[in-house]
């Protein structure tokens, strides 16, 4: 409150049409509450947490993303500011997804103070210093908020002798889901399957522009929710049957593919194709990858590695290979809105350049996630955060007052 008051004005008329708002507030507070409320017994705390988290981020990401942009030490805001403290938020959210019933309310307050500042800076330096082209968030968004939850998750808790764990194979396992909160996870998927298309597009310069980014999304979706539903049947382990683990999340992993090119020239064809690699990519990772991980000690309790992790990284090399593809002939105007550092203002980037600097962003946002998040966790574990016993974990009794 305090730094508003210090630093913050009202923007005036600028950004007041942003496209996107709207939509990316209901992706937010619905479709990421809701998919994560799969967990038989935690379904106050997925939508309670979220909606508390993104509150707060929401206000804090404002600040921290802006204080790289202020003018005479003053915070305009706008409408798209607003826009962008709400896709901030969705990186915490998506770390939310990695140590859903793991962490304590105290220990996720923590992580997503720590969190937005570090993801803050790396915005900063994907979008500032690397001039990279992630339209999206795949990279900065997507990317990090998995391999930082991944790196929470690996040292959030202590290790395990071989003696502590058969002691707790007596407990009652909550970490698994019921008839009814699987369908209420769906009402997060759908809702999150129907909006990406306004979350990829909202940041995007021009019309055609915006266009190019709905349609690539939205075709990028459906061809991996078809892929999801058909590889579903034939890996799942009662052969011939879907799972529901496939439905809820694969069937996004196309918007996360497709998110840091979607403004670009990929083809309607491309577009397709992104979708059923990132359907192939998700539904093998929640089939054979997340039970490797939970065995070698690194819960992921949504999968987020599969759903965000490793789509956003496809999603990043991607933009690698059309970057360095790009053309004044094919882009026109559009070249500069698309690739920043690529207008031609006299120190314009080569295709190749801009194609490095892109993998650079990359390559830097993996490595400032898994280790601040490793960091973070860690310090996570100190008592005053009131972490969480085995036998409370994935339950609501510890944080709500039950009917």
Not at 40 to 55: I, P, R, T
Not at 210 to 222: D, F, M
Not at 364 to 378: C, D, F, P, R
Not at 379 to 401: C, G, M, Q, S
Request: proline share 2%; net charge negative.
């Amino acid at each position: 409150m305090i730094l508003y008051f210090i630093f913050v004005k009202y923007g005036g008329e600028d950004d007041h049409n942003i496209r996107g708002f709207e939509d990316t507030h209901v992706m937010i507070f619905i479709g990421f509450g809701f998919l994560m409320t799969f967990l038989k017994k935690y379904c106050y705390s997925a939508l309670g947490f979220n909606w508390f988290l993104a509150a707060l981020v929401i206000q804090w990401a404002l600040l921290c993303q802006s204080f790289y942009h202020m003018k005479d030490n003053t915070i305009f805001i706008t409408k798209k500011l607003l826009l962008e403290a709400d896709i901030m938020s969705a990186t915490v959210l998506i770390t939310f997804g990695a140590v859903l019933g793991v962490a304590s309310g105290l220990q996720l307050l923590f992580i997503a103070i720590v969190e937005t500042a570090v993801a803050c800076f790396n915005f900063w330096l994907v979008a500032d210093v690397f001039k990279a082209a992630d339209v999206g968030g795949s990279i900065a968004i997507h990317a990090f908020g998995a391999y930082f939850g991944l790196g929470v998750s690996l040292l959030l808790k202590p290790r395990k002798t071989k003696t502590e764990n058969a002691e707790n194979t007596a407990t009652v396992d909550l970490n698994g889901p019921s008839y009814t909160s699987d369908v209420t996870a769906m009402i997060g998927s759908i809702f999150l399957w129907i909006y990406w298309p306004s979350f990829n597009s909202a940041l995007t310069n021009s019309n055609s522009e915006y266009q190019r980014a709905v349609v690539n999304t939205y075709l990028s979706l459906a061809a991996a929710t078809v892929t999801t539903f058909v590889l579903s049947s034939a890996v799942s382990k009662h052969h011939g049957k879907l799972d529901m683990v496939h439905v809820q999340n694969s069937t996004l992993a196309g918007g996360v593919a497709v998110g840091s090119v979607c403004n670009m020239h990929i083809t309607a064809g491309g577009a397709i194709a992104i979708g059923i690699g990132a359907g192939l990519l998700s539904v093998l990772g929640y089939r054979y990858l997340t039970p490797l991980l939970t065995r070698v000690g690194l819960p992921d309790t949504c999968g987020v590695h599969n759903l965000h992790g490793m789509p956003g990284v496809y999603s990043g090399i991607l933009t690698v290979l059309f970057a360095a593809l790009a053309t004044k002939e094919q882009y026109g105007v559009e070249l500069g809105g698309v690739f920043e550092a690529m207008k031609e203002d006299g120190s314009a980037r080569t295709a190749g350049s801009q194609a490095l600097n892109q993998f650079l962003a990359l390559l830097v946002t993996l490595a400032i996630s898994l280790v601040s998040g490793a960091m973070t966790g860690y310090i996570a574990r100190a008592p005053v955060l009131e972490p969480l016993k085995d036998n409370e974990e994935y339950n609501d009794e510890i944080n709500w007052e039950l009917p």
